[in-house]
């Protein structure tokens, strides 16, 4: 009996100079001035619930509400919308962490979906709550680009941590 799935290979730690990079850069793509559609996703919610469920040692509730506070700055809103929010994303990812790590990635697109829709709807309740109207049903199609992006971030992310095919008989991991 084998501890992991059988087909997965075993990961270098990751690199914190490269999470804080990848964390950054979705920081920067966030501050984009592409306007507000609503098909345009989040990239640092993305990044930041990826990196929470592969490192959740490393990245955390508390980066994920400095995170929101500075794109709550940066955007002008309700100081603690996006920090609730991340935070919101961060804590749920946090205490599912370990189940998904088990299923392929595609399932785990389709499990942090609720994630990703649950922190929208967290930031669109603060904002409806202050006096904003409601955007429409349109506002959802977000999340859903997002979980779509799950498995291509996946591939990008963990590509700097996976070992080269080296068979020895040795060493079979």
Not at 25 to 43: H, I, T
Not at 71 to 82: E, P
Request: proline fraction near 9%; hydrophobic fraction near 60%; aromatic fraction near 12%.
């Amino acid at each position: 009996m084998s501890i992991m799935p059988r087909g997965d290979q075993l990961l270098l730690p990751a690199n914190p100079l490269f999470i804080v990079i990848t964390l950054l850069l979705a920081l920067a793509f966030n501050m984009l001035p592409l306007g507000r559609s609503p098909w345009l996703p989040d990239m640092l919610a993305l990044t930041l619930a990826f990196w929470v469920v592969h490192q959740p040692r490393r990245v955390g509730v508390g980066v994920s509400f400095f995170f929101g506070l500075l794109m709550d700055v940066h955007q002008g809103s309700i100081l603690g919308q996006h920090a609730l929010a991340y935070t919101l994303l961060a804590f749920v990812a946090i205490a599912l962490h370990r189940r998904l790590l088990w299923f392929p990635v595609f399932q785990q697109a389709a499990q942090v979906l609720p994630l990703f829709i649950l922190a929208h709807l967290v930031s669109l309740v603060v904002r409806m709550l202050a006096g904003d109207l409601f955007p429409g049903w349109s506002y959802f199609i977000a999340p859903c680009f997002e979980a779509v992006l799950w498995p291509i971030v996946s591939f990008v992310f963990l590509a700097p941590q996976r070992r080269a095919p080296d068979p020895d008989e040795n060493r079979p991991l």
